[in-house]
């Protein structure tokens, strides 16, 4: 039996974008290859309200904050975290040799804009990566506050790791004046997993042109520049399969219409916090919750892997707390294609089989 998705990745994938990934396989160098990624690309801007340039990588989403911290840091990263996925940025900076610092809140915090303002006015650092939504803990950042305090330092790029929000969340790329903005297909898209996707600004390129060793298969400035100069095709061989799907889901999502897409995450989001307000407690200061996951505390000490085993014999999967949350927390994902009317059903059954109502 499928056990329906609400874990934070990967998400349920609507049948008919499944089938989209077993349409026959066209050259990569063709005309077809150009136009399909031309179509997506003009897509993704208007849900990332960007005019910048849209990179795909056929990795997923990590593989382009990788390549986002060490192709455009050329003095210093300041890294922000507030969780696993954070820290995993400053992982991926230290490794590939870039200078980087970490910058760590409590778990189940945000990352202060006084704290970005005090960071940057250092001047030590030319670049900086922001975690829009943390899917560890569940916590949102309040991410205008922070543009705010970085707009007062032009000169540094600013990278968000919003691969749990994008396609959930209106992120005004441009107005924020985020840089590079990255996603995964399989979050908020509602796609498989196997692609990274990320705008890109003018001003992020010229500086990458600046560093030297960016790497080559996820070099931005490769991908950037063979885009322009092969009417948008890849380096290498790029996930096709996936690209029909994302094309298709990319006019599914703009049929339903954003501002729509949007508030049906925040309706979700409210109803499952909620219910966990009512039954547990939430992990986190409410006015920072997740509109994509929502985290929930394990006041009643459950096990949750107890009740995991239950819900999948009735067709559902949640997950339980992220690395040393676990058992502590577990999350509840509402994003992507799922509705209100699915979270009230697996809330119900989680009612059911814990006797609580
Ligand atoms: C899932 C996730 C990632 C990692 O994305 P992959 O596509 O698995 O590489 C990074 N950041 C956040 C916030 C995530 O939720």
Known sequence: MHKKLFIPGPIEVKESVL?????????HRSKEASTLQRKISNKLRKLFFTENEILLSTSSGSGLMEGAVRSCTKERAAVFSIGSFGDRWHKMATS?????????????????AETVDEVLSTGKYDLVTITHNETSTGVMNPIEEISQVIKKYPEVIFCV????????????TDKLGIDICITSTQKALGLPPGLGICTMSEKAVEKARTVENRGFYLDLV???????KRDYQYPSTPNLSLMF??????????????????????EMAEYTRNWA??????????????????????????????????LGKRGFVISNGYGNLKEKT??????????????????????DILSIS
């Open 245 to 266: 799907a994302l094309n298709y889901q990319l006019d599914l999502i703009m049929e339903e219409g954003l501002e729509n897409r949007f508030s049906r995450h925040r």
């Open 96 to 112: 590939n040799g870039v200078n980087a610092d970490l910058y760590k809140s409590e778990l189940g915090t945000i990352t202060k």
């Open 222 to 228: 490769q991908l950037y520049d063979t885009i322009g």
């Open 161 to 172: 790791d919003a691969v749990s929000s994008a396609g959930g969340v209106e992120i005004q």
């Open 330 to 351: 577990f999350r509840i994902a509402h994003m992507a294609d799922l509705t209100l009317d699915n979270m009230k059903e697996l809330l119900y059954n989680i009612e």
């Open 277 to 310: 307000k009512k039954h547990f407690d939430l992990f986190c200061d409410e006015k920072y919750a997740s509109v994509t996951l929502t985290t929930v505390k394990n006041t009643r000490n459950i096990s949750v892997k107890e009740l995991n085993e239950e």
């Open 19 to 27: 089938n989209k990934m077993s349409s026959p396989m066209i050259g």
